[in-house]
């Protein structure tokens, strides 16, 4: 699963890009130049290879954030917390998913809230169980539009904030068109 997501990323990110409006200056496969740092390239970004990037996004925005744990409760819910954590960071997608199920364990009746720490950990994964075997078959699915919800706002929140990231707008809501 997290070979074709990684491969779908890359694919519409693209090769080497550097916009001028962009505040995360220059990125390749999608990995921003800060990234690639912090996870030891030093070379031009234009040079940063795709088996790189490749694990970059296995290791910090699958395996660490713990989305492979929930995959394997809610494929397309882990699937969506992954792209998510690529345009916002894995910590971010993650409070999406806590909010989301703090919002809808109707008072605390279902499970307890968890804390909002951006983590899956046991807590959160026991809330996850809990809303799927309390919901039935839609409840992944109302996850997911939850998640975009708060991702959708989150955009447009940074596009009245800062008007240069307006260029971008148009474009990260088609993505997540779906």
């Keep these: 699963m997290i070979d074709e997501l990684i491969d779908a990323v890359i694919d519409r990110e693209g090769g080497y890009v550097r916009h001028p409006a962009d505040r995360g200056g220059a ?11 912090a996870n030891g390239f030093v070379g031009d970004m234009r040079q940063f290879a795709r088996p790189a990037a490749v694990a970059i996004y296995r290791r910090a925005y699958w395996q660490q954030p713990g989305l492979d744990r929930v995959a394997t409760r809610a ?4 699937a969506e917390l992954f792209d998510t954590g690529v345009n916002m960071g894995p910590a971010t997608a993650v409070t999406f998913l806590q909010r989301a199920l703090n919002a809808l364990n109707r008072g605390a009746s279902d499970y307890p809230d968890v804390p909002l720490d951006g983590r899956v950990g046991p807590a959160t994964l026991a809330a996850l169980d809990r809303f799927l075997a309390t919901r039935g078959a839609a ?30 707008l148009y474009g990260w809501l088609a993505q997540r068109v779906g």
């Design 27 to 37: 990125t390749r496969y999608g990995i921003t130049e800060a990234v690639a740092r």
């Design 75 to 78: 494929p397309q819910l882990a």
């Design 139 to 168: 409840a992944q699915a109302v996850l997911i539009k939850a998640i975009d919800s708060l991702q959708g706002e989150r955009y447009l929140s940074l596009a009245e904030q800062r008007p240069a990231d307006e260029v971008f």
